[in-house]
């Protein structure tokens, strides 16, 4: 600010402004709360998301995998 001069205040408004509701809503339930709340537990180890004959053969794993990382990279082009 230039010594002296008095700069004007600039105030911005808009017609169309929406009100912003408040956060979180009345009925906003932490997520520690519901993992209490369904019993759910933190991992101790990946192991535990092993699930035995999810794939039919090491074929199809090799499918998925290359669907999932071929997903994952055409976001990135």
Do not use: K, T
């Amino acid at each position: 600010m230039m010594e002296g001069i008095a700069m004007p205040e600039v105030v911005v408004m808009s017609s169309s402004a929406e009100r912003v509701p408040e956060w979180p809503p009345a009925d906003h339930v932490p997520a520690e709360e519901l993992a209490r709340r369904q019993g759910v537990r933190p991992l101790v180890s990946a192991d535990e998301l092993v699930e035995p004959g999810m794939f039919e053969s090491d074929e199809e794993l090799d499918e998925f995998l290359a669907d999932l990382y071929a997903s994952r990279r055409a976001g990135m082009a």
